[in-house]
Structures are given as structure tokens and as C-alpha cells.
């Protein structure tokens, strides 16, 4: 599973597969996330989930999200998130998770 860069002011925050972060941070492992009747919350990240393994769950979109990597801890590999594209996410048990398919996160228009 992949890992995000969440930018939140001038600092960089890695979080991993697990919904853990690289270094501690004000945030911590908090994203802000869009619902879709418009509703933004900074909720944590518990790590992420396959497309094929949800059902009938609400989608959220992540913001403040720059780029993603294909290495579970976040050492290497860095894309940039395509321009005009945001990640999708689900809550459950009260924390986002982040979609993927075939190993790469789901993206939606931001």
C-alpha cells in the first residue's frame, strides 16, 4: 500500500500505510476531508483500502494532499499529485481511508 505527503503550512507530513506519520506534528496523522454534502473535517488517517473491499460507504475528498508514493513507509518513489485531482477516502470506526486500486490511490476532481 502506498503512503501520502499531506502539506500543512510550510511543513511536509508523511504518512504511511498504517495512518502513522514520519516525525511528530500539530496535525498529526489529521487530514482535512470534504464530504459530499460539502461538509470539510480534519479527521485522522487510519491507512488505506482497496476499492473492491467497500460497500455503500460515503466518499471523501482529502485536501492538502501534495503527492503519494509507492513505498509503504514513504522513503522513495514520490509522485505529485496530478494537477486538478484530489484522493478519495472512506471513514470507518471514525478514521479515513485512503482508496486504492491495483496499489495506487483512487483520485477524483478536487
Given at each position: 500500500?502506498?503512503s ?18 514520519s ?11 470534504i464530504s ?37 513507509d ?35 476532481k478536487?
Amino acid at each position: 500500500m502506498p503512503s501520502i505527503l499531506h502539506g500543512f503550512n510550510y511543513l511536509r507530513i508523511i504518512i504511511d500505510n498504517n495512518g502513522q506519520t514520519s516525525s511528530p506534528s500539530v496535525t498529526g496523522n489529521r487530514v482535512p476531508a470534504i464530504s459530499a454534502n460539502g461538509q470539510v473535517r480534519s479527521m485522522p488517517v487510519g491507512g488505506f483500502i482497496e476499492i473492491e473491499d467497500i460497500s455503500n460507504r460515503e466518499c471523501y475528498t482529502l485536501q492538502n494532499i501534495i503527492g503519494w508514493s509507492e513505498d509503504d513507509d514513504g522513503i522513495g518513489g514520490w509522485h505529485d499529485l496530478p494537477k486538478n485531482k484530489a484522493l478519495q477516502a472512506i471513514m470507518h470506526h471514525e478514521k479515513l481511508f485512503i482508496l486504492v486500486s491495483g496499489g495506487e490511490p483512487v483520485f477524483t476532481k478536487a
